[in-house]
């Protein structure tokens, strides 16, 4: 605050932070196509960084949080890789307002007291100036209080059960209702699909998104009902007893939200029962399994199943191409990459755009600055950030190939708008 | 037979180095964000002291101690997070005034084992009162059928397994996976800034030193020492007239009561709770906290859970993709080479230095010269 | 719930969930047998259990990359050399770990709890330096998946089969070799009285090094075996291991049948109960019987009379 106070000096600083957001706007579709070099001389440190964050006259670090041990490493490896490939291509364009982004890894450890701490600890010790991180939702609700009290900023990748809108956050996978509604449509009036057996992991991504399900099922969608509802510890890994009550129940629609370790027992264990997907007699619809699980669980096991979610790693465009082959380059060959992956990867250049459109790095600029924010080149086409800090995007439904890739089937034709707090599902 | 006095010379030196640590030299040396993390570690340094007098003192190994951690922290939780939900600040449910994870799993009321907990004076009670008759329940099955040694650590583990099932599953009554989390004021006073973290830390100092008090006078009583008796020969104590079950009944019932007391104080510090506390691998953890400080020693105890939660920390920071390798390292090398900790350590290396000063400093003594420290 | 369905119907939904009890079962002998024989047999808590299952299901996975790209001809019968070589890693690692560690700590089982666990903390992160942190995907052969259509409505899975064939098998191996050989003849002795049988001639330090090898190497079958029906990462071993334990205790350490006896009490329990609630009471209505059963009967279902 003292070196607002010593530096009148520069003249741009009080005036034309307004100026310099409008120029940050037109500035920022050209920065994001020809890789325009903004020069760090242009935007001293002392009027972009009013809140004592890590920026230098060349560097601006951040944080990244995730579990790299313990039982979420499995998924959220992924979202590191995107994060860091991100960075590393945000640097290579010349950084942030001059500067390049170096960053600060923290381990979650799939512990969330531990994300608590970690959070704390690159907000208040190393004060990062946003952090892109967390996975499952009990790691996102334990490092909120910590944002928001720190008024840090929080990317967060995963798709997840909506129901929360944070000044302090923002959402860039989907919530409940943009994963689930378009496609219980898709598959009700392309299958004729009637009858649905809604499983899930027993917490609470799969428990409130079974209940969107549940609500446009019997109030939304005519002669349709949920013929079973079913929960299994996180981690149990036999799935009999429940193949055989779907068998009993004969459902049109498998709708599986299973996760972890789980989904690879449920998928071979579905397949060894005799239930062959690819005759889609019953047809399965998840929302929980991307390309990522399907090296796990293996292709062949989970052939023929419906996924409906905003990214497939097959997606016809030129900015997935590259995105795809800029991942495979960094990360090797064998990667695949998956939907929450794609959404960690929009967290840095995100980031990027509402720096550049504030003209500043200070969180409640940036927070301002971020509703609107579009990114063009963003892999799954086009998304934007919506006034509830949650994106708009595309819901499509993919189509599990033997090779563990999906073949997209299905594209809601508009962006589908966030609505984390939806009436009439609760 | 020398009377036992309630503090040895050095025993009283212990605690007040200890207490000059947590009081003078941490809040000395440390910022704010760091001493808020080692108020978290002084939580599970409660579980720590009450498994050395379980343990280290009656030879009962539980791995359930999680369990009653959670109990505390879950009752703790339970009376802020009421304090947080009120109606103007939940307005956007469906149901203002009951906490937001019950909105999202559609119930419409607080349950009624609920609410009591808008009181603390009740909250308080029951902090103690659940898992001490918890454990009551668990030891009197137990104890009076002499189920000890390895079938008592995993029946205990079992325990924590099922806790956290159920906790996870009834998300609606108990936050599920995610725990409860937001808790802001205790009684209007805001717990999250740095300086009610400072504040809580002191209070957190003292409830241990107090429990640590309350430790060193049952080791010190008949019962400490019918304990250590009964652990080396269970058999002859028996034959000699004494209940054993109640003694072991006892001092399970005190290290439920304290992990209790550590989980309330872990709640109101980290400002959440969660079903990660509760499981199996927490309570192995706080074994081996136990282990490493010695488990014969209240005082190790407290440092050996903040040594190996500060080296948790430090190895997560610096090594973040190999500090597994480092704590599984120093298990084993605790339980091989030094069974009884730091506090054995201490009394195998340090002490005998001391004793060897002491005793140059008061007169030339000829056994001076055969210090076993060599 | 089941008005509307024919008898014939109902007939074969439970032929098949009996079926499902029966591989719950198979799963539950195959995890808890390797147990039963270190903690039964030598008082040893074994918490690195899950972390020698997964060094078997690394092994499978090793061997069937191996035949996929040298001999595809014969990808069909890599799982039995997988399984035979699972066997034997997961052996030699135990007698390694028995040798360095655990033969220092008979005289203190609580302790031997503490170092393995650590033990299995490093296992973890030495599988995911090795492997990464992602799941590894193990191709079954085509002959091991799909079921056997039986009647219209009842099918039965293959990996089914295979799972409930190799538990009676190696069940079967495992009595043979502690009541029909001399050295399951040593074993029991050195249990029953370590003194005598050290003072009659018997080798004591290498019957324990080859028991605890054995317990490994049958842990290590169960892993490779695992691999059809659930998941192989770094830390999918922690998911059996409470299972595993309470099999064994619940049958009565230091009693093999008493352990099948307890596997199959508790996998039919779980199976009917899993049909008629959802799955997560299931599971936590499971477990409490199992504690219950336990307060009132410590010593398990069978257990064997020991003069101390």
Same mark, same amino acid.
């Given at each position: 605050?003292?070196?607002?106070?010593?530096?009148?000096?520069?003249?741009?600083?009080?005036?034309?932070?307004?100026?310099?957001?409008?120029?940050?706007?037109?500035?920022?579709?050209?920065?994001?196509?020809?890789?325009?070099?903004?020069?760090?001389?242009?935007?001293?440190?002392?009027?972009?960084?009013?809140?004592?964050?890590?920026?230098?006259?060349?560097?601006?670090?951040?944080?990244?949080?995730?579990?790299?041990?313990?039982?979420?490493?499995i998924?959220?490896t992924?979202?590191?890789?995107?994060?860091?490939?991100?960075?590393?291509?945000?640097?290579?364009?010349?950084?942030?307002?001059?500067?390049?982004?170096?960053?600060?890894?923290?381990?979650?450890?799939?512990?969330?007291?531990?994300?608590?701490?970690?959070?704390?600890?690159?907000?208040?010790?190393?004060?990062?100036?946003?952090?892109?991180?967390?996975?499952?939702?009990?790691?996102?609700?334990?490092?909120?209080?910590?944002?928001?009290?720190?008024?840090?900023?929080?990317?967060?990748?995963?798709?997840?059960?909506?129901?929360?809108?944070?000044?302090?956050?923002?959402?860039?996978?989907?919530?409940?209702?943009?994963?689930?509604?378009?496609?219980?449509?898709?598959?009700?009036?392309?299958?004729?699909?009637?009858?649905?057996?809604?499983?899930?992991?027993?917490?609470?991504?799969?428990?409130?998104?079974?209940?969107?399900?549940?609500?446009?099922?019997?109030?939304?969608?005519?002669?349709?009902?949920?013929?079973?509802?079913?929960?299994?510890?996180?981690?149990?890994?036999?799935?009999?007893?429940?193949?055989?009550?779907?068998?009993?129940?004969?459902?049109?629609?498998?709708?599986?939200?299973?996760?972890?370790g789980?989904?690879v027992?449920?998928?071979?264990?579905?397949?060894?029962?005799?239930?062959?997907?690819?005759?889609?007699?019953?047809?399965?619809?998840?929302?929980?399994?991307?390309?990522d699980e399907i090296r796990g669980i293996g292709?062949?096991?989970?052939?023929?199943?419906?996924?409906?979610?905003?990214?497939?790693?097959?997606?016809?465009?030129?900015?997935?191409?590259?995105?795809?082959?800029?991942?495979?380059?960094?990360?090797?060959?064998d990667?695949v990459?998956?939907?929450?992956?794609?959404?960690?990867?929009?967290?840095?250049?995100?980031?990027?755009?509402?720096?550049?459109?504030?003209?500043?790095?200070?969180?409640?600029?940036?927070?301002?600055?971020?509703?609107?924010?579009?990114?063009?080149?963003?892999?799954?086409?086009?998304?934007?950030?919506?006034?509830?800090?949650?994106?708009?995007?595309?819901?499509?439904?993919?189509?599990?190939?033997?090779?563990g890739?999906?073949?997209?089937?299905?594209?809601?034709?508009?962006?589908?708008?966030?609505?984390?707090?939806?009436?009439?599902?609760? | 037979?020398?009377?036992?006095?309630?503090?040895?010379?050095?025993?009283?030196?212990?605690?007040?180095?200890?207490?000059?640590?947590?009081?003078?030299?941490?809040?000395?040396?440390?910022?704010?964000?760091?001493?808020?993390?080692?108020?978290?570690?002084?939580?599970?340094?409660?579980?720590?002291?009450?498994?050395?007098?379980?343990?280290?003192?009656?030879?009962?190994?539980?791995?359930?101690?999680?369990?009653?951690?959670?109990?505390?922290?879950?009752?703790?939780?339970?009376?802020?997070?009421?304090?947080?939900?009120?109606?103007?600040?939940?307005?956007?449910?469906?149901?203002?005034?009951?906490?937001?994870?019950?909105?999202?799993?559609?119930?419409?009321?607080?349950?009624?084992?609920?609410?009591?907990?808008?009181?603390?004076?009740?909250?308080?009670?029951?902090?103690?009162?659940?898992?001490?008759?918890?454990?009551?329940?668990?030891?009197?099955?137990?104890?009076?059928?002499?189920?000890?040694?390895?079938?008592?650590?995993?029946?205990?583990?079992?325990?924590?397994?099922?806790?956290?099932?159920?906790?996870?599953?009834?998300?609606?009554?108990?936050?599920?996976?995610?725990?409860?989390?937001?808790?802001?004021?205790?009684?209007?006073?805001?717990?999250?800034?740095?300086?009610?973290?400072?504040?809580?830390?002191?209070?957190?100092?003292?409830?241990?030193?107090?429990?640590?008090?309350?430790?060193?006078?049952?080791?010190?009583?008949?019962?400490?020492?019918?304990?250590?008796?009964?652990?080396?020969?269970?058999?002859?104590?028996?034959?000699?007239?004494?209940? !054993?079950? $109640?003694?072991?009944?006892?001092? @399970? %019932?005190?290290?439920?009561?304290?992990? /209790? &007391?550590? *989980? #309330?104080?872990?709640?109101?510090?980290?400002?959440?709770?969660?079903?990660?506390?509760?499981?199996? !691998?927490? $309570?192995?953890?706080?074994?081996? @906290? %136990?282990?490493?400080?010695?488990?014969? /020693? &209240?005082? *190790? #105890?407290?440092?050996?859970?903040?040594?190996?939660?500060?080296?948790?920390?430090?190895?997560?920071?610096?090594?973040?993709?190999?500090?597994?390798?480092?704590?599984?390292?120093?298990?084993?090398?605790?339980?091989?080479?030094?069974?009884?900790?730091?506090?054995?350590?201490?009394?195998?290396?340090?002490?005998?230095?001391?004793?060897?000063?002491?005793?140059?400093?008061?007169?030339?003594?000829?056994?001076?010269?055969?210090?076993?420290?060599? | 719930?089941?008005?509307?369905?024919?008898?014939?119907?109902?007939?074969?939904?439970?032929?098949?969930?009996?079926?499902?009890?029966?591989?719950?079962?198979?799963?539950?002998?195959?995890?808890?047998?390797?147990?039963?024989?270190?903690?039964?047999?030598?008082?040893?808590?074994?918490?690195?259990?899950?972390?020698?299952?997964i060094l078997g299901a690394y092994v499978t996975y090793l061997v069937s990359n191996?035949?996929a790209?040298?001999?595809?001809?014969?990808?069909?019968?890599?799982?039995?050399?997988a399984?035979?070589?699972?066997?034997?890693?997961?052996?030699?690692?135990?007698?390694?770990?028995?040798?360095?560690?655990?033969?220092?700590?008979?005289?203190?089982?609580?302790?031997?709890?503490?170092?393995?666990?650590?033990?299995?903390?490093?296992?973890?992160?030495?599988y995911r330096?090795l492997f990464g942190a992602r799941e590894v995907g193990v191709t079954i052969?085509?002959?091991?998946?799909?079921?056997?259509?039986?009647?219209?409505?009842?099918?039965?899975?293959?990996?089914?089969?295979?799972?409930?064939?190799?538990?009676?098998?190696?069940?079967?191996?495992?009595?043979?070799?502690?009541?029909?050989?001399?050295?399951?003849?040593?074993?029991?002795?050195?249990?029953?009285?370590?003194?005598?049988?050290?003072?009659?001639?018997?080798?004591?330090?290498?019957?324990?090094?080859?028991?605890?090898?054995?317990?490994?190497?049958?842990?290590?079958?169960?892993g490779a075996?695992f691999t059809?029906?659930g998941s192989t990462g770094p830390t999918a071993?922690?998911?059996?291991?409470?299972?595993?334990?309470?099999?064994?205790?619940?049958?009565?350490?230091?009693?093999?049948?008493?352990?099948?006896?307890?596997?199959?009490?508790?996998?039919?329990?779980?199976?009917?109960?899993?049909?008629?609630?959802?799955?997560?009471?299931?599971?936590?209505?499971?477990?409490?019987?199992?504690?219950?059963?336990?307060?009132?009967?410590?010593?398990?279902?069978?257990?064997?009379?020991?003069?101390?």
């Open positions: 605050m003292s070196e607002d106070k010593k530096v009148p000096a520069h003249p741009q600083m009080t005036g034309p932070s307004r100026r310099a957001i409008l120029a940050g706007g037109a500035a920022l579709a050209a920065s994001l196509f020809t890789p325009k070099f903004l020069r760090a001389e242009d935007f001293p440190t002392s009027a972009i960084n009013t809140t004592g964050l890590a920026v230098t006259d060349d560097t601006v670090t951040i944080g990244i949080l995730h579990s790299i041990t313990g039982t979420m490493a998924s959220e992924g979202s590191v890789q995107a994060e860091k490939l991100a960075i590393e291509q945000i640097n290579a364009q010349g950084g942030i307002l001059g500067r390049k982004i170096e960053y600060i890894q923290e381990d979650g450890a799939s512990d969330w007291p531990t994300f608590a701490e970690k959070a704390r600890k690159l907000l208040v010790n190393d004060k990062v100036a946003s952090v892109m991180g967390c996975w499952t939702s009990a790691s996102r609700k334990a490092v909120l209080p910590v944002f928001e009290q720190n008024n840090g900023f929080l990317y967060y990748p995963t798709f997840y059960e909506g129901l929360e809108e944070s000044p302090n956050v923002i959402y860039t996978g989907q919530e409940a209702t943009q994963q689930i509604i378009a496609g219980l449509d898709w598959v009700n009036k392309t299958k004729g699909a009637k009858t649905f057996y809604l499983l899930g992991s027993d917490y609470i991504w799969p428990r409130t998104s079974n209940k969107i399900a549940r609500k446009h099922i019997e109030n939304f969608m005519e002669g349709c009902q949920v013929v079973g509802e079913e929960y299994y510890p996180l981690g149990h890994t036999q799935f009999n007893s429940v193949i055989n009550k779907i068998r009993l129940k004969k459902p049109d629609v498998i709708y599986a939200i299973v996760v972890g789980s989904n027992a449920f998928y071979k264990q579905l397949k060894a029962a005799g239930i062959d997907m690819t005759k889609e007699k019953p047809l399965l619809l998840t929302i929980s399994v991307t390309e292709g062949e096991n989970i052939e023929g199943a419906y996924a409906c979610m905003k990214y497939f790693q097959s997606l016809d465009n030129e900015n997935n191409k590259e995105f795809v082959a800029a991942f495979k380059e960094m990360w090797g060959d990667m990459i998956g939907d929450v992956t794609q959404a960690a990867y929009l967290g840095p250049w995100l980031w990027k755009a509402a720096v550049e459109k504030a003209g500043s790095f200070d969180v409640d600029k940036v927070r301002e600055a971020s509703p609107g924010i579009e990114f063009t080149k963003a892999p799954e086409g086009y998304v934007r950030i919506h006034e509830n800090h949650h994106l708009w995007s595309k819901t499509r439904v993919g189509l599990a190939q033997a090779d890739q999906y073949k997209v089937v299905f594209e809601t034709e508009d962006l589908v708008e966030p609505d984390p707090f939806p009436e009439g599902y609760q | 037979m020398k009377k036992q006095r309630l503090f040895e010379l050095d025993e009283a030196m212990g605690f007040v180095i200890l207490a000059a640590v947590i009081f003078l030299l941490f809040p000395a040396i440390l910022d704010d964000f760091r001493l808020n993390l080692f108020g978290k570690y002084l939580t599970y340094a409660f579980v720590a002291v009450g498994l050395v007098l379980c343990w280290g003192a009656g030879g009962i190994l539980s791995l359930g101690q999680g369990v009653f951690f959670g109990l505390g922290g879950y009752c703790m939780a339970m009376f802020l997070k009421l304090e947080a939900s009120t109606p103007e600040n939940t307005a956007i449910q469906s149901t203002p005034g009951i906490p937001d994870f019950m909105d999202w799993n559609q119930l419409t009321e607080l349950p009624i084992w609920w609410q009591p907990f808008h009181s603390l004076a009740f909250t308080l009670a029951a902090i103690i009162v659940v898992p001490v008759a918890f454990s009551y329940i668990i030891g009197l099955a137990m104890f009076r059928r002499r189920v000890g040694g390895v079938y008592f650590a995993i029946i205990t583990q079992a325990i924590a397994a099922i806790a956290t099932i159920l906790v996870i599953g009834q998300q609606g009554y108990t936050g599920g996976v995610n725990g409860i989390t937001d808790l802001r004021t205790l009684l209007g006073w805001d717990i999250r800034p740095d300086d009610a973290k400072v504040t809580l830390y002191f209070v957190n100092g003292a409830l241990l030193f107090v429990c640590l008090f309350v430790a060193q006078v049952i080791r010190k009583s008949k019962l400490g020492r019918i304990l250590i008796a009964m652990r080396e020969k269970e058999d002859r104590v028996r034959f000699s007239g004494y209940d !054993v079950a $109640s003694f072991k009944i006892f001092v @399970f %019932c005190v290290g439920a009561a304290f992990a /209790s &007391i550590g *989980g #309330a104080m872990f709640t109101l510090q980290v400002g959440f709770m969660s079903p990660t506390l509760v499981g199996i !691998v927490p $309570s192995i953890e706080m074994v081996i @906290f %136990c282990a490493v400080g010695g488990r014969m /020693s &209240i005082l *190790g #105890a407290v440092y050996g859970a903040l040594l190996v939660n500060w080296a948790k920390t430090t190895f997560s920071e610096s090594f973040p993709e190999l500090w597994l390798l480092g704590l599984g390292g120093l298990f084993i090398a605790v339980v091989m080479a030094f069974p009884n900790g730091l506090a054995g350590i201490f009394d195998d290396y340090i002490k005998p230095r001391l004793a060897f000063l002491k005793r140059n400093r008061t007169a030339a003594d000829p056994a001076a010269q055969h210090s076993p420290a060599e | 719930m089941f008005s509307g369905y024919s008898m014939s119907e109902l007939g074969a939904i439970f032929a098949m969930q009996g079926f499902a009890g029966l591989i719950l079962f198979s799963v539950f002998v195959l995890m808890a047998l390797g147990l039963a024989i270190i903690f039964g047999q030598m008082g040893v808590i074994n918490m690195a259990h899950g972390e020698f299952m191996f035949f790209e040298h001999l595809p001809g014969l990808f069909g019968i890599y799982f039995f050399i399984m035979i070589l699972a066997f034997f890693a997961s052996g030699l690692l135990g007698m390694a770990v028995e040798w360095a560690m655990i033969r220092h700590l008979y005289k203190r089982p609580l302790d031997t709890l503490l170092a393995t666990w650590g033990l299995s903390l490093i296992l973890q992160q030495v330096s052969p085509d002959w091991m998946m799909g079921s056997l259509p039986v009647t219209d409505m009842i099918e039965v899975p293959i990996n089914g089969i295979f799972v409930m064939v190799l538990a009676v098998s190696i069940s079967l191996a495992v009595y043979f070799m502690m009541f029909r050989s001399t050295w399951g003849k040593q074993v029991r002795a050195v249990t029953q009285n370590r003194v005598m049988a050290g003072a009659v001639g018997i080798d004591t330090e290498w019957t324990d090094r080859l028991t605890f090898g054995i317990g490994c190497g049958v842990a290590g079958v169960a075996a059809m029906i071993g922690q998911l059996y291991i409470v299972d595993t334990f309470l099999v064994v205790v619940f049958g009565g350490a230091a009693s093999l049948l008493g352990t099948i006896a307890s596997a199959f009490s508790i996998s039919q329990a779980q199976s009917i109960m899993e049909f008629f609630l959802s799955g997560s009471m299931a599971k936590v209505l499971t477990l409490l019987t199992v504690v219950g059963i336990l307060m009132v009967r410590p010593q398990g279902l069978f257990a064997l009379k020991l003069r101390k």
